[in-house]
T-cell receptor, first 114, second 115 residues
């Protein structure tokens, strides 16, 4: 099973509307990252959250990490075509070697329709 | 400079070929990563180098051989690959690999097709 679950898997939103993507972990998160990926391209770093209750914003995107540090949400206000892509949450998880590895959630594919 | 540069962007290779993927960063990052991403799936970690030493190998077949010649360069040597190894290979780097410490920057990836 996936350590990081995202919902929804895909989202179709009319331009100008708001939307929210969720990322849930079964373990306490020490660092939670949000990335955006265009098809077949690299990942673009959006935001990093570390403290419970932390909230960060950049342009029209806001991300929050809940107090228990096991869930994060990404909220986009007044969506635009440029927001379309795949949104991935990532977190540092323990590897089989006992050290940390950046593991990604299942991803949310966002489509913006005019 | 906040770039991670990967070459080549596209690679087609036969199952008997030997090829290498290259990754370079000049941000002073001491952790570098290789990820493999299949279509419609999230990236999956393959290897982590921390201070030029291999710190994580996620049970990757030996036909994939990583190398970190110095703190700015990361290679992935490929030999006797299978068609199912076709994927987008992503390189990333971060300041260091401590838990929750710092974000990773990703390259644009190499689209590999094995024929």
């Amino acid at each position: 099973s996936q350590e990081l679950e995202q919902s929804p898997q895909s989202l179709i939103v009319q331009e100008g509307k708001n939307l929210t993507i969720n990322c849930t972990s079964s373990k306490t998160l020490y660092g939670l990252y949000w990335y955006k990926q265009k098809y077949g391209e690299g990942l673009i770093f959006l935001m990093m959250l570390q403290k419970g209750g932390e909230e960060k914003s950049h342009e029209k995107i806001t991300a929050k990490l809940d107090e228990k540090k096991q869930q994060s949400s990404l909220h986009i206000t007044a969506s635009q075509p440029s927001h379309a892509g795949i949104y991935l949450c990532g977190a540092d998880m323990k590897s089989n070697f006992g050290n940390e590895k950046l593991t990604f959630g299942t991803g949310t594919r966002l489509t913006i329709i005019p | 400079d906040t770039e991670v540069t990967q070459t080549p962007k596209h690679l087609v290779m036969g199952m008997t070929n030997k090829k290498s993927l290259k990754c370079e960063q000049h941000m002073g990052h001491r952790a570098m990563y290789w990820y493999k991403q299949k279509a419609k799936k999230p990236p999956e970690l393959m290897f982590v180098y921390s201070y030029e030493k291999l710190s994580i190998n996620e049970s990757v077949p030996s036909r994939f051989s990583p190398e970190c010649p110095n703190s700015s360069l990361l290679n992935l040597h490929l030999h006797a690959l299978q068609p199912e190894d076709s994927a987008l290979y992503l390189c990333a780097s971060s300041l260091y690999s401590k838990q929750g410490a710092t974000e990773a920057f990703f390259g644009q990836g190499t689209r590999l097709t094995v024929v």
